[in-house]
T-cell receptor, first 112, second 114 residues
């Protein structure tokens, strides 16, 4: 998990509130990803970025937005949180052609 | 969305036993990866497989890239308490720039009975 820092680590939101999760990396990797992990579902890709200023939708993008204004940071936003967004969120990074993805320690989000 | 089918979902074994788990897909992958996740942590890479038929070891762990490129297997020999955790397979198609994103299996939870 070295080099990938997620903040916050825990958060409880009320339905309808908004928040932003931050992923910061110091490994100078081009690619950054946001996954969510739910019991029995493995990790599912929400959005990803192949470089500064670019983002793309993953498997489950609805209800989330992302931005990559700086190469080292990838932000995941929830504009209006819903209980279905209760999950553990993981950020990951890797390089072009390099297959090892490094993960952050996760953010546990509860929406009540 | 696409996910990999991983089995078994959970395993309860005694210390010292060997463990086998597998992952299958309806799609071809060019790379197969095996990750382990400890409680409260992010996944950590155990083994990477890059060629169909490849057999790779990392200590007590051995993984194989299926010849059809649609499956992979992980074996753990002589399990020890620190092997407890969730094991994920992941596939990567990686056939063109920007397609290195991973598709994950649903995980195998390994518990060691004292």
């Amino acid at each position: 998990n070295a080099g990938v820092t997620q903040t916050p680590k825990f958060r409880v939101l009320k339905t309808g509130q908004s928040m932003t999760l931050l992923c910061a990396q110091d490994m100078n990797h081009e690619y950054m990803y946001w996954y969510r992990q739910d019991p029995g579902m493995g990790l599912r890709l929400i959005h990803y970025s192949v470089g500064e200023g670019t983002t793309a939708k993953g498997e489950v993008p609805d209800g989330y937005n992302v931005s990559r204004l700086k190469k080292q940071n990838f932000l995941l936003g929830l504009e209006s949180a819903a209980p279905s967004q209760t999950s553990v969120y993981f950020c990951a990074i890797n390089r072009p052609g390099n297959t090892e993805a490094f993960f952050g320690q996760g953010t546990r989000l509860t929406v009540v | 969305g696409q996910q990999l089918n991983q089995s078994p979902q959970s395993m309860f074994i005694q210390e010292g036993e060997d463990v086998s788990m597998n992952c299958t897909s309806s799609s071809i992958f060019n790379t197969w990866l095996w990750y382990k996740q400890d409680p409260g942590e992010g996944p950590v890479l155990l083994i990477a497989l890059y060629k169909a038929g490849e057999l790779t070891s990392n200590g007590r762990l051995t993984a194989q890239f299926g010849i059809t490129r649609k499956d992979s297997f992980l074996n753990i020999s002589a399990s020890i308490p620190s092997d407890v955790g969730i094991y994920f397979c992941a596939g990567q198609q990686g056939s063109f720039f920007g397609n290195e994103k991973l598709t994950f299996g649903t995980g195998t939870r390994l518990t060691i009975i004292p």
